[in-house]
């Protein structure tokens, strides 16, 4: 069996039992109020594979694994399918599912109070991480450019990027720097002991956006590489963002609308920009030569 496949099997077995199990193991018991070491009033979670984590930290892990389930796992198959064919949309969609898995189990290792499936989560991340290198060496970026359409959407992608990357910017240092100040954590998270999230979103995710947003206005070869794995992380996280929103107003009848109402926005334009990218990279190789501007840097 080729290796590469072999790698990416294991990938999926073990997403598909940390998933499941989340899904399956939430357990019974009603959640236990303390007050923590900060002073902080905290609900945390009493049953489950979550359990001692915030209740809505564990309500989003729920939310996460269910997602995984019906949308990042099926996208994977997907990716491998069209990426074994010599697609080059299938190699983009790879290196963009192994993207998001890294960054997702990342978190979770990190993040989540300490259970059973702390090694599947260090194992997928790390394994992830591998087999995204090893796709991102098969791409032949030289031919790249023949493979770009006329009518690419330059602007669209680059102010898409561009306003993610501003948004969470802006969203996370709007809380950080205030209670950084204040010698305080955020009451949102309490219960937690540190804002992991937000390190990965400011770390990877922002880095990534406006990095496919300068070398897609340079016109570099290596913008529409990094936009695939942008867009497709996107995807993924324009139906969970939404999902997280709708899931609180659900159960508790209320969200933060200053933070929902944009971000669902967002992700709305997100799935259009994501589809628009993938009709217009990829096709069949040109004879002509590739988009004016286009560099090969």
């Known amino acids: 069996m080729n290796k590469r496949l072999f790698l990416y099997g294991l990938i999926f077995l073990l997403v598909l039992v940390a998933a499941g199990a989340g899904l399956l193991y939430q357990g019974q018991g009603a959640p236990i109020s303390v007050t923590t070491v900060r002073g902080e009033h905290a609900t945390y979670q009493s049953g489950g594979l979550y359990r001692y984590n915030p209740a809505s930290v564990a309500r989003e892990g729920i939310v996460w694994d269910a997602i995984d389930i019906v949308l990042a796992l ?10 074994r064919r010599g697609s080059l949309r299938g190699r983009l969609l790879l290196l963009g599912t192994l993207f998001y898995f890294t ?32 796709a991102l060496a098969g791409v032949d970026v030289a ?23 501003v948004a969470l910017i802006l969203m996370w240092l709007g809380r950080i720097i205030p209670y950084t100040l204040a010698d305080r954590f955020p009451d949102e998270f309490a219960g937690m002991t540190t804002l992991v999230t937000q390190a990965l979103d400011l770390g990877m995710v922002v880095p990534l956006m406006l990095t496919t947003a300068v070398l897609l206005w340079r016109r570099s070869v290596w913008g529409y590489l990094l936009g695939g794995i ?68």
């Open 103 to 134: 960054y997702k189990y990342f978190q979770y290792a990190v993040m989540l109070a300490f259970n059973p499936l702390f090694l599947v989560y260090v194992a997928i991340f790390t394994l992830s991480a591998v087999a995204f290198f090893m």
């Open 74 to 83: 099926p996208l994977f198959i997907a990716a491998i399918w069209l990426d």
């Open 143 to 165: 031919r790249l450019p023949n493979r770009i359409s006329d009518h690419f959407p330059h602007r669209l992608i680059i102010g898409f990027t561009s306003v993610m990357g």
């Open 230 to 297: 942008s867009m497709t992380f996107g995807l993924i996280m324009s139906i969970t963002i939404p999902a997280w929103i709708v899931v609180p107003l659900i159960q508790d009848g209320q969200v933060n609308p200053v933070e929902a109402a944009p971000f669902s926005v967002l992700c709305l334009i997100g799935l259009y920009v994501f589809w628009q990218y993938f009709r217009n990279i990829g096709g069949e190789s040109r004879t002509t030569s590739a988009p004016r501007g286009v560099a090969l840097r």
